[in-house]
């Protein structure tokens, strides 16, 4: 295994046989208390496959915005963007954090609450059954539904991996006796299998019971203990620095470059990753958080404070990132080494943590955040993934009367636990980096989004020009993606700049998103429309009675 994938933390060695074990107690007590939250929340459930997909519609605007943000938050915004402001400077706040703010708000506004209205009253679980319907095609959900899992299932392996990764940093040498440490994790620290699999099991317990309920109880809760965990670290680390000033004037001196405008990037690579966060218009587990909304008034609050939750996350996370670099251009801060003899990047939180925060119980209140942002995610990603494989595979494949209600929450956990259980099979092989990865995963679902925002406010989107849309996204994903990762900077369509494969200069999302959209629109031009009935049934009704 790689050594830089998995070392995402690393703290000082320490001289001592035995590195204090507090941090660890304290994310076991975090443990403990999601144990918990899981067991309360499961009291709730109501035996009912609504319930346990969508949780009966119930959902107050509070909790639906914690979720709903909480799910959009993994190892990608917290360890990722610290580790990618390090290696490409501020710029990275508007390739992600702005954009996404401003783009998911949209989203949610323009697409969430239609989805939900279109879901409560034709009783849809996931956006799977709403395409069916909407293009008259039962042979849609079996295409779509492996592609939309593939996606997923690297979406997982982000948080497994950033967890894992991070937990062997601050945990290096509390256990020098049993664990020697190698290529996936530092001597003496638990290994990222040990981690990954803890989390797996508690997310899967409250999962389990609870179903989409126990996934928003426990959202609501990790949101709020990231967000202010976040915060209290980055104050920490700020006062180890001088503070913000004296921080940023020493980033500014040593690493100029990272504090510019665009730091290393273009202004047409800048621009082509605002396309990323489209992704969440395509989104199967926030979809499945949409609907569990009470009424559309729910979803004021989620539009309006999405953006400022963002900021608060995001704007540490990077300047974190920022003073690092400041401060490893000038000899103080030692970052791993990459096999290329580069700075692992994606070490740079950790290292942060280690060397700033001297208080032990600080550290693991510090970590728990961490985790809290890991965990929020995956467990939306669980139940997401039960219900599209009972209601998108098994009951269309043998009837809807096949199954008791019963039998079909029981479908949706068992394919759960072998959705995880895979998943973590993955993430004990060779992985890449935590930032890049899910970049990659954005993209696939970004190329869908044409599909999402045509289904609701263009009428003459077809069937097959669906069909072509997504044909138009497997090929030239899979054509970026395997010259990227198979080639590297011998890419045929692209290279590799400051560890990114760009083509042309740009993001290949760029290009992936433009095939989708040219696809889905120039075939529906040329094929039949949707019949009148199924376009009555999504779209108002004008003066004459036609939809308008």
């Keep these: 295994m790689n050594t830089s994938l998995f070392m995402l933390a690393q703290a000082p060695a320490q001289a001592a046989a035995h590195a204090d074990r507090t941090p660890l107690f304290v994310i076991i007590a975090y443990m403990l208390v999601l144990f918990g939250i899981g067991w309360a929340s499961s009291r709730?459930?109501?035996?009912?496959?609504?319930?346990?997909?969508?949780?009966s519609h119930s959902i107050g605007p509070f909790m639906l915005l914690m979720s709903v943000f909480g799910t959009t938050m993994t190892a990608f915004a917290m360890v990722g963007s610290t580790g990618k402001a390090f290696s490409l400077g501020i710029g990275v706040y508007g390739l992600m954090a702005s954009s996404s703010a401003l783009i998911h708000a949209a989203c949610f506004f323009l697409i969430g609450i239609r989805m939900w209205a279109f879901g409560k009253k034709y009783g849809y679980v996931t956006q799977i059954q709403f395409f069916r319907d909407r293009f008259e095609s039962k042979t849609l959900g079996y295409v779509l539904f492996p592609i939309l899992v593939g996606l997923i299932i690297p979406y997982l392996l982000v948080g497994l991996l950033g967890a894992g990764s991070y937990i062997g940093g601050i945990t290096r040498n509390m256990f020098p006796e049993t664990f020697a440490g190698g290529s996936s994790s530092p001597p003496g620290a638990v290994p990222p299998w040990v981690t990954g699999l803890v989390i797996c099991v508690v997310v899967l317990f409250y999962v389990f019971y609870g179903g989409v309920r126990s996934a928003a109880w426990a959202n609501t809760f990790q949101t709020i203990v990231f967000m202010l965990m976040g915060?209290?670290?980055?104050?920490?680390?700020?006062?180890?620095?001088?503070?913000?000033?004296?921080?940023?004037?020493?980033?500014l001196e040593n690493a100029p470059e990272k504090l510019s405008r665009e730091g290393l990037m273009s202004v047409p690579h800048f621009i082509s990753y605002m396309l990323v966060p489209l992704s969440v218009g395509m989104f199967p587990h926030l979809f499945q958080h949409w609907l569990t909304a009470r009424s559309a008034k729910a979803f004021r609050l989620t539009v309006i404070a999405h953006p400022i939750c963002i900021m608060l996350v995001w704007v540490p996370c990077i300047l974190l990132g920022i003073w690092a670099a400041g401060m490893f251009e000038s000899g103080e801060l030692k970052v791993p080494s990459l096999p290329n003899g580069s700075p692992n990047a994606n070490a740079?939180?950790?290292?942060?943590?280690?060397?700033?925060?001297?208080n032990k119980i600080l550290?693991?209140?510090?970590?728990?955040?961490?985790?809290?942002?890991?965990?929020?995610?995956?467990?939306?990603q669980f139940v997401c993934i039960g219900s599209m494989f009972t209601n998108?595979?098994?009951?269309?494949?043998?009837?809807?009367?096949?199954?008791?209600?019963?039998?079909?929450?029981?479908i949706g956990r068992c394919f759960i636990v072998l959705i995880v259980t895979i998943t973590y099979g993955i993430s004990l092989l060779d992985p890449k980096s935590v930032f890049n990865l899910g970049v990659w995963c954005f993209s696939g679902f970004s190329a869908l989004f044409p599909i999402a925002?045509?289904?609701?406010?263009?009428?003459?989107?077809?069937?097959?020009?669906?069909?072509?849309s997504i044909a138009a996204t497997v090929v030239t994903w899979t054509l970026f993606a395997h010259d990227a990762l198979a080639r590297g900077k011998d890419a045929i369509f692209g290279k590799v700049e400051h560890g990114e494969y760009l083509v042309a200069g740009v993001m290949p999302v760029t290009f992936i998103v433009l095939a989708s959209t040219v696809a889905l629109i120039a075939v529906s031009l040329f094929t039949r429309p949707p019949s009148d009935q199924t376009l009555r049934k999504f779209f108002p009704l004008d003066s004459d009675g036609k939809p308008s």
């Design 44 to 55: 709730l459930f109501r035996g009912s496959s609504s319930d346990f997909f969508a949780a």
């Design 231 to 251: 915060l209290v670290g980055f104050i920490v680390i700020a006062d180890g620095l001088g503070g913000l000033q004296t921080a940023s004037q020493r980033a």
């Design 363 to 380: 550290v693991g209140l510090f970590s728990a955040g961490v985790l809290a942002a890991i965990m929020s995610s995956l467990d939306s």
């Design 348 to 358: 740079v939180l950790g290292v942060m943590v280690g060397k700033f925060m001297a």
């Design 392 to 410: 998108d595979f098994v009951i269309p494949l043998f009837g809807k009367d096949k199954f008791s209600d019963t039998q079909k929450v029981w």
């Design 453 to 468: 925002f045509a289904s609701i406010y263009w009428k003459r989107t077809t069937r097959a020009g669906v069909f072509a």
